[in-house]
């Protein structure tokens, strides 16, 4: 089974990355872990054409990932833009209908834009159960420079997203 794992981030080594890096380490081995590192080369959407070969292969990880973790920043009380256009180019192709996520919004506030994505992912038929949405306000002093999670409380919560990703990968598998 595939977890595509995609940061909302287009820094490497950002505060959203280092989540994800501790999350990838709480899947469990039987699930191939793929890292969708190609936000920065979607091109901006427009649906009054053909989507591009590079949007292409992106909606097919979605369509053939059996489940997908997200993690992005707050940026001027927003989702990033990379991150929504992203979102907006799935829109037509249905490659997230029922498609359980887990969703992270790690930031220093993160409120808005972790309100805003899960609005994003209703439009787009997604599962997001209760327990796989996480929201780790004042991310910064909760990492070392090493890039290492130091807070206990958020390690735990990562495993509690993650184990409820991994949950509805299995409920959605039986109901097929």
């Given at each position: 089974?595939?977890?595509?794992?995609?940061?909302?981030?287009?820094?490497?080594?950002?505060?959203?990355?280092?989540?994800?890096?501790?999350?990838?380490?709480?899947?469990p081995?039987?699930?191939?872990?793929?890292?969708?590192?190609?936000?920065?080369?979607?091109?901006?959407?427009?649906?009054?054409?053909?989507?591009?070969?590079q949007?292409?292969?992106?909606?097919?990880?979605?369509?053939?990932a059996?489940?997908?973790?997200?993690?992005?920043p707050?940026?001027?009380?927003?989702?990033?833009?990379v991150?929504?256009?992203?979102?907006?180019?799935?829109?037509?192709?249905?490659?997230?209908v029922?498609?359980?996520?887990?969703?992270i919004?790690?930031a220093?506030?993160?409120?808005?834009?972790?309100?805003?994505?899960l609005?994003?992912?209703?439009?787009?038929?997604?599962?997001?159960?209760?327990?796989?949405?996480l929201?780790?306000?004042?991310?910064?002093?909760?990492?070392?420079?090493?890039?290492?999670?130091?807070?206990?409380?958020?390690?735990?919560?990562?495993?509690?997203?993650?184990k409820a990703?991994?949950?509805?990968?299995?409920?959605?598998?039986?109901?097929?």
């Amino acid at each position: 089974m595939k977890i595509l794992i995609i940061p909302g981030s287009l820094r490497n080594g950002s505060s959203n990355h280092i989540i994800l890096k501790a999350a990838a380490s709480f899947i469990p081995h039987n699930f191939q872990k793929i890292w969708f590192d190609g936000l920065g080369g979607l091109p901006h959407f427009n649906d009054s054409e053909s989507p591009p070969e590079q949007v292409v292969k992106f909606q097919k990880l979605i369509a053939e990932a059996d489940g997908i973790l997200i993690c992005s920043p707050e940026y001027a009380f927003g989702v990033p833009g990379v991150l929504k256009n992203a979102l907006d180019w799935t829109v037509g192709s249905g490659s997230f209908v029922d498609k359980p996520v887990a969703l992270i919004t790690a930031a220093t506030g993160g409120e808005k834009a972790h309100a805003s994505l899960l609005l994003t992912l209703s439009a787009l038929s997604a599962i997001v159960p209760k327990d796989a949405r996480l929201l780790i306000s004042f991310v910064r002093s909760k990492i070392n420079s090493q890039g290492e999670i130091t807070d206990p409380e958020t390690k735990q919560k990562i495993d509690t997203v993650i184990k409820a990703l991994i949950e509805a990968i299995s409920e959605t598998k039986h109901a097929d």
